[in-house]
């Protein structure tokens, strides 16, 4: 079972930054995809970047230039780090990582605030 952990969220004020963390919980070679997804409340979730295994990345467009999204293939870990922060990006940040053959597996998520 694959589960991912995700943990860097907090509170930042605007123009900040942030690092956001993701760990699958065993070692899966087959790992296709690793991605960030947010939402708030009232809204469905959505992509913000997402990441293959050999390293092709894309953005939502809120979030191009602002956002790097990296990842550890050795260590199955993902990071999103977050530069110039807005209040518009305040959201719960779910890890996603898709396994060939299996699907997705989702994390808990963490909550990002922006706010002075």
């Known amino acids: 079972q694959v589960q991912p952990v995700e943990s860097g969220g907090g509170l930042v004020q605007p123009g900040g930054s942030l690092r956001l963390s993701c760990v699958a919980s065993?070692?899966?070679?087959?790992?296709?995809?690793m991605a960030w997804y947010r939402q708030v409340p009232g809204k469905e979730r959505e992509l913000v970047a997402r990441?293959?295994?050999?390293?092709?990345?894309n953005y939502a467009e809120s979030v191009k230039g602002r956002f790097t999204i990296l990842r550890d293939n050795a260590k199955n870990r993902v990071f999103l780090q977050m530069n110039n922060l807005k209040p518009e990006d305040t959201a719960v940040y779910y890890c996603?990582?898709?396994?060939?053959?299996?699907?997705?597996?989702w994390g808990q998520g963490t909550q990002v605030t922006v706010s002075s």
């Open positions: 065993e070692d899966i070679s087959s790992i296709v995809y």
């Open positions: 990441i293959t295994n050999i390293g092709s990345s």
């Open positions: 996603s990582v898709t396994v060939d053959g299996l699907g997705a597996y």
